[in-house]
């Protein structure tokens, strides 16, 4: 077991890889009642098109997979692992996003047993046919729930917009049309390949003895035969590197009575190593702030002029395969956002210029940000990217933030922002 | 730790070493009325917006940024029918960042609250104007929001029309048009130098320096507040029923009951075990039966009101299953009612209570807003875990019968 200590955070990290390939993290926190523990692999709603283990030919799975598979590992043949959680105190979770499923319970008792309940119901699948189809009509209701969100179609708009050919356009959860599809062998072939040890991570946050919670895992794994392991053979492949198939613009109608506009930019730029990966996302962070953020003559004249209000808001997300940043508002000058935007992401260069005596002071507050999540064992342990950012923690990427400086700002914005890349979606009111 | 600043004004110090971040809450309580609700809320997003030293929220921005991202909003809550404005902030502990950021922030609130950006009796007109339009803007589009909607207007049903109670607390926008930019100066003399004013100072920091420092917000005496925030409400005979059309794929079918026990009233605890059971927490009859064994819901909860006297039900489902749903929530009330219940189910739902209670001591927001809630009712906390413990099926099968169906409200996509 490795011990990393990060003396500034009075705090230690530590890890070590068992020998059927499972990660550990474990992260003490002093003070703290409940303890945090999250098991994630490596597959996403991205990852459709695989060889299965073991098996020669490539497949395409229904849009859903990832999702429908979480549902239902909770489900056994004679319980629910959701109610084995629950007799011992603890809540439990799980969610899936493009690139990642996670499992995860908070409990402040009975640790070592809810540990195994969760190591046990991840690794121990079990699907058939009446379940599945019990779990189409649940899902089907959440796809429908999605469906009449107006910020979940604009966010899910942008990214049909920025990758129209890639999977990324579709739903985590798919469609009612493609989760109708769904067998119990799919479950399994998309399981075996996913879920070996190998491919996961557990992350455990809160109140905890290292040594002893180490331990507890050791036993938990040592005692269960493991099938040889074989990395996954992903199939996806952006259709255009290039992101010259970005859409430029689309619109949608619902009912509702404010308008909303989404401007999303997708970057190309492609990375040696997790670590340039975590820097550049870092980089790209602070130089939004720089663009937009509420300190700045931007963000004040666009408020000031009513182009954008208090729901004005820009994220930038670095996932596996693909990164993109979006920024939206409610506002009733739906084009003129779109175009300050644009305008505003096109002079980069003059706008970092401008922000230099502004520079220290957004850093600053990007630092505070950080710092705020360490107060959180859901956000440390969430936020850790795995080998996407080479197995940095929150720790290492507030130690690398502070390297940053304004110059580098300039080389990421180059990096980043091609006309290609810009596309905007409207999700407009019906009655206008 | 408690001080009292002024009559009416108090001071808690809640000294921890366990987080990071520093946090402040500042409360501000008066009954509400019929108009104060909007002006309230407006008020509150005037004084975040800026102050005579910050006049633009650039200005107030670049003051928080220079502060390690230190974050300081106003907003507005409601208590049962106690109106609150809130002022909360959040900040780097001192010792990450060799700055005497607490004096600082202090300086900062107190430029917020006493300072905000008034002229010859006038809030700043182009300021007034765009927080307005704003506010507006918000309210308005609560109505994207389908099921944020469909709460609203059932409580809308549930509330008798001459109830202050039927004005949300953020207000409404027919209210709106009756402010100005004077008008709001009055609401604000009003808040600062009338309203119970509880201040909360929770981090790694040294009470009487927090004392000292908090001593010089000049707030005034005032005369201590005396009404109750319990809402009665006096039930209807024939439940309210209404139903909206709008293009939505999930139908929204949410219910309220009225549920007379109150916060720390002696079944108050078997009341909280009761909700967790019918439909408060994972392991209830809502989510077991109508999600998970029916496949009827995507969402399917409860939540209990304990400062209001109601319980309301929220689900997600198809529009043609509404009978049938309803029904079944029925069905699971009556199981209770019975004392059908298994002791396993009990104490799953007191084991979850137990777990998020004492999980809500790692988190700093929670801590502040259990303290506010004790000092707004003048009670010591009890010993919650234990309290918990006693409650027993019998006293889950009371509550239950105290449960009255009042309102039903649907928001359906099919004519």
Redesign the interface.
Known sequence: MDKQVYQ??NQSIYREQLSNGLKVQLLPM?????TYAILTTDFGSIDNHFIPYHQEEAITVPDGVAHFLEHKMFEKKDH?A??LF??????SNAFTSFTQTSYLF????NLHENLDVLLDFVQDPYFTDQTVK?EQ???G??I??Y????SWRLYLGILGNLYPNDPMRIDIAGTIESIGRITPKILMDTYKTFYQPANMNLFLV?RLDPEETMAWIKQNQEQKIFAPTETPRRLFKLNDPTAHDVIPFRSLT?????P?VMVGLRGTKQFDDGKQRLHYKLAIDLLLDVLF?????N??RL??N?TL???FGYNFEMQRGFHFAYFSS?TDQMERFADEIIDILESADQQIEAART?FE??K??????L??L????EAIANRYAGDLFAGASLMDEIQILETITIDDLYQVAKDFITPQGISVYQVVP?HQ | MDFNLARGVDLHIIPTKQFKMNHVLIDFATPQTPTNATARNLLANLLETSTHRYPTQTALARQLASLYGAYVNLFVNRLGMMHTVRLRASFVNNRFVNEDLFEKISGLINEILFHPLIDDGEFDGPTFRIQANNLRSTIKSFYDDKQFLASQRLMDLYYRNDSVMKIPSFGQIADLEKLNAKSLVATYQSMINHDKVDIFVLGDIDPELARRVFARLPFNNRVPLSNSPLYHQLPYDQVQRKTEYQQVSQAKLNLAYSLPVYYHDSDYYAALVFNGLFGGTPYSKLFTNVREKASLAYYASSRLLPFNGVVSVQTGIRASDQERVQDMIQEQLKDLQNGNFSDEALKEVQDSLINQYRAGHDLASNILEQQLVAKLVNETNKDFVAEIKKVTPADISQVANKMKLQAVYLLSGER
């Open positions: 500034n955070f002093e003070g703290y009642h409940k629910d959701f109610d629950g007799k011992l105190g603890a809540d908070s409990t402040t008792s019990k009509g649940i899902i209701q959440e429908q729930m469906e009449d969100d107006p809160g619902m009912d509702i009575v404010r909303k953020d509420d300190t700045s003559d963000y004040l408020y000031n009513e209000d208090d729901t409610d502004r002071g957004i600053n507050a990007e630092l505070g940000r710092i705020g360490l107060d959180s064992p019906q």
